[in-house]
């Protein structure tokens, strides 16, 4: 009777510690948390910025700006205007505490129409085609040292992309932890094949290797009229630093970690795009690294030797942290919208286990596919380029407006007024320069995006939907949350 009445204690302790346990983790809220920390939001600014343009090719602003001093002093330029813009993000990002970058900061500025518009144009353009053409960079430098030296077959390429593209997703959709894990890794993968270059570089400057640099400065090539498109490829390469600001609600201590994280991202970032270039012209005169193909392993063949073919899979994994990087920081964006109520509610769902935005995620995922596959992505992001520094420049305006239109929103950092009005017409430049420079395509773009204006009216602006299409957005909402076992967010 003993022993029975024993075992019933214990058997009463375990459904009660039993008990204990299903409270606790059901109240354990639902929700995105706070993850991410100085180490990591670096990790994702300079994981996102290097993808694989300074390792293939730093040429478009040697070609623009006419000689190599005036080249190295774009790239400077760039960094110092690039960091502007950042410091202009910094202060959106600690005085409007929403994850979402570009898009929360002109609805808070300019309303929900513009926001959309936005919104519409990366969603359906912007976004994917970006996201195909750096995969497809990975794809073909995967592959490299499996083929060398013949060419990769077009069709591998694709599929090796397809399967990279798969596997970023995979990562982002199981565990928020372990995307910022590995972005850190790849982030430093990144920095030892950029000081795999730099090191030997700056030995051989030291060992007197400077012919290159003689007549760094001669006049006779420099065309001004060049210099624009100088600085526009020079933007394009920095571009990136805005990412942290998407994921601003799952910063630790956004007030410190925000303007800390961007300010030392970009000194890296600068520091080693100047120093990488320093080192090519160490090894290779303005001609030749016009003629390479890839620049990066043309310098390891000429000074490393065998262990070039080391180059292209450190590219593959640079251009791999980039994909990783920018789906993880976007995700965000389409769970704010669908949170805002511009996107299916499914959107703004978090996965009851893994604590991840799935449907977020998996958004980018059937349309990038798609323009891998189908799509002339190239002849799209001529298109979308000009439509990117246009949005930015009206952020960055929104924040001159901002600070007289709401002049008593707490601003734990502020930057001097000069810099993000230097920054907004900057960006307003190269718009015009697009359209100077290539009125089709940059037309184009514009029509894709105005397309976003009848779309706002459609799906959004009008509350009497027809019954059937409220129905339907219904049951497709419902169908997707049971498949993805995915709830609202606490």
């Known amino acids: 009777a003993q022993d029975e009445t024993a075992l019933q204690t214990r058997v009463t302790r375990k459904d009660k510690q039993g008990e204990k346990k299903g409270k606790d983790e059901d109240n354990r809220k639902v929700g995105l948390g706070k993850k991410v920390t100085l180490l990591r939001g670096i990790s994702i600014i300079v994981?996102?910025?290097?993808?694989?343009?300074?390792?293939?090719?730093?040429?478009?602003?040697?070609?623009?700006s006419g000689s190599i001093g005036m080249s190295l002093i774009v790239w400077i330029a760039c960094g110092v205007l690039s960091l502007f813009g950042a410091l202009s993000y910094a202060e959106l990002g600690?005085?409007?505490?929403?994850?979402?970058?570009?898009?929360?900061?002109?609805?808070?500025?300019?309303?929900?129409?513009?926001?959309?518009?936005?919104?519409?144009?990366?969603?359906?353009?912007?976004?994917?085609?970006?996201?195909?053409?750096i995969s497809l960079a990975f794809g073909q430098y995967i592959l490299e040292p499996l083929f060398m030296p013949c060419d990769i077959p077009p069709i591998a390429v694709k599929l090796a992309t397809a399967i990279g593209i798969t596997s970023v997703m995979y990562l982002n959709s199981i565990s928020v932890t372990w995307t910022a894990r590995i972005q850190i890794l790849l982030t430093f993968s990144k920095l030892l094949a950029i000081a795999i270059i730099i090191v030997p570089g700056m030995y051989q400057l030291f060992k007197g290797e400077t012919r290159n640099f003689e007549n760094a400065f001669e006049l006779s090539n420099v065309k001004l009229s060049g210099m624009p498109l100088a600085f526009y490829s020079g933007m394009y390469a920095y571009?990136?630093?805005?990412?942290?600001?998407?994921?601003?609600?799952?910063?630790?201590?956004?007030?410190?970690?925000?303007?800390?994280?961007?300010?030392?991202?970009?000194?890296?970032?600068?520091?080693?795009?100047?120093?990488?270039?320093?080192?090519?012209y160490t090894v290779m005169s303005a001609e030749e690294l016009l003629a390479s193909e890839a620049v990066a392993v043309t310098f390891a063949e000429k000074l490393l030797g065998n262990f070039s073919i080391a180059v292209p899979v450190f590219?593959?994994?640079?251009?791999?942290?980039?994909?990783?990087?920018?789906?993880?920081?976007?995700?965000?964006?389409?769970?704010?919208?669908?949170?805002?109520?511009?996107?299916?509610?499914?959107?703004?769902?978090?996965?009851?286990?893994?604590?991840?935005?799935?449907?977020?995620?998996?958004?980018?995922?059937?349309?990038?596919?798609?323009?891998?596959?189908?799509?002339?992505?190239?002849s799209l992001l001529n298109f979308m380029s000009f439509m990117r520094w246009l949005f930015i420049g009206v952020v960055v305006l929104?924040?001159?407006?901002?600070?007289?239109?709401?002049?008593?929103?707490?601003?734990?950092?502020?930057?001097?007024?000069?810099?993000?009005?230097?920054?907004?017409?900057?960006?307003?430049?190269?718009?015009?320069?697009?359209?100077?420079?290539?009125?089709?395509?940059?037309?184009i773009g514009f029509a894709i995006s105005l397309t976003g204006i009848p779309a706002y009216y459609i799906f959004i602006h009008f509350n009497h939907r027809p019954k059937w299409l409220q129905q339907f957005l219904d049951?497709?909402?419902?169908t997707l949350q049971i498949i993805l076992e995915v709830v609202p967010a606490d």
């Open 47 to 64: 994981g996102t910025i290097i993808g694989a343009g300074i390792f293939i090719s730093p040429k478009g602003i040697l070609r623009y």
């Open 94 to 133: 600690t005085c409007i505490k929403k994850s979402g970058g570009h898009y929360t900061y002109i609805m808070e500025a300019f309303g929900p129409q513009m926001a959309f518009v936005r919104l519409w144009a990366d969603l359906i353009a912007i976004r994917p085609a970006a996201m195909a053409v």
């Open 239 to 280: 571009a990136g630093w805005f990412y942290l600001n998407f994921v601003t609600e799952e910063i630790d201590n956004p007030e410190k970690t925000v303007p800390l994280a961007i300010c030392i991202s970009m000194a890296v970032v600068t520091s080693c795009y100047v120093l990488t270039n320093v080192a090519y």
């Open 315 to 378: 590219v593959a994994l640079s251009c791999y942290g980039s994909m990783n990087g920018s789906i993880f920081a976007l995700s965000r964006m389409f769970f704010v919208a669908s949170r805002e109520g511009q996107l299916p509610e499914v959107l703004s769902m978090i996965h009851v286990r893994r604590h991840t935005p799935l449907a977020a995620v998996l958004i980018l995922y059937p349309m990038t596919m798609l323009q891998l596959f189908v799509g002339d992505i190239y």
């Open 398 to 443: 929104g924040l001159i407006y901002l600070r007289y239109k709401k002049p008593d929103l707490p601003r734990p950092f502020k930057v001097p007024i000069f810099i993000p009005v230097v920054f907004c017409l900057t960006c307003f430049f190269m718009v015009f320069l697009s359209l100077y420079s290539d009125p089709i395509n940059t037309g």
């Open 475 to 478: 049951s497709f909402n419902r």
